[in-house]
């Protein structure tokens, strides 16, 4: 089993931006509602979500890296 390093960390890292700003510039209209939308919705429903993404990116990382 290989141990994630820093450099894959800094991939993934970059891979975010990259896929946020094609987002933002594919569809700039969308992504502005998408950020309204989050502004007005609840701390706990944020939260909740947050924690099933970074489990859901958690397990993505275990099947890949297994």
Request: net charge positive; no cysteine.
């Amino acid at each position: 089993m290989r141990s994630i390093g820093i450099s894959d960390f800094m991939v993934g890292i970059g891979m975010l931006f990259v896929i946020e700003g094609l987002l933002f510039a594919a569809m700039p209209g969308w992504m502005r509602e998408a950020v309204k939308s989050v502004l007005i919705t609840p701390d706990n429903v944020l939260r909740v979500v947050g924690i099933v993404s970074a489990l859901g990116g958690l397990a993505l990382i275990w099947l890949v890296r297994r």
